[in-house]
Nanobody
Framework: QVQLVESGGGLVQAGGSLRLSCAAS????????MGWFRQAPGKEREFVAA????????TYLDSVKGRFTVSRDNAKNTVYLQMNNLKPEDTAVYSC????????????????WGQGTQVTVSS
């Protein structure tokens, strides 16, 4: 059983930056593809980014490409989401998740989820 705990959310002005962290425990972290998802009030959960368990292969939601960067440190069992040039439409609860799939943007492919961290971007 993998436990995931996110941190790093907060309130930031448009154009600002935040770095989210997701610490994993209880499993072999390096085996999992790690993903970030977000959900705004009244909207469906949305895929943001994912990083494969080896090789550094990443994939992103089109609207965050060039602004967000996902990375991982397998020695620290931690995955990061660096978010730059934030926009009000990025406001959401951000959650990390772990999958045994090679890489995926589908929530159903992720077996383990964190509780989420709130990101609020003011205009």
């Amino acid at each position: 059983q993998v436990q995931l705990v996110e941190s790093g959310g907060g309130l930031v002005q448009a154009g600002g930056s935040l770095r989210l962290s997701c610490a994993a425990s209880g499993g072999t972290f390096s085996r999992y593809t790690m993903g970030w998802f977000r959900q705004a009030p009244g909207k469906e959960r949305e895929f943001v980014a994912a990083i494969r368990w080896f090789g550094g292969w990443t994939t992103y939601l089109d609207s965050v490409k060039g602004r967000f960067t996902v990375s991982r440190d397998n020695a620290k069992n931690t995955v990061y989401l660096q978010m730059n040039n934030l926009k009000p439409e990025d406001t959401a609860v951000y959650s990390c998740a772990a999958s045994l799939a090679t890489i995926s943007s589908r929530p159903d492919d992720y077996a383990y989820w964190g509780q989420g961290t709130q990101v609020t971007v003011s205009s």
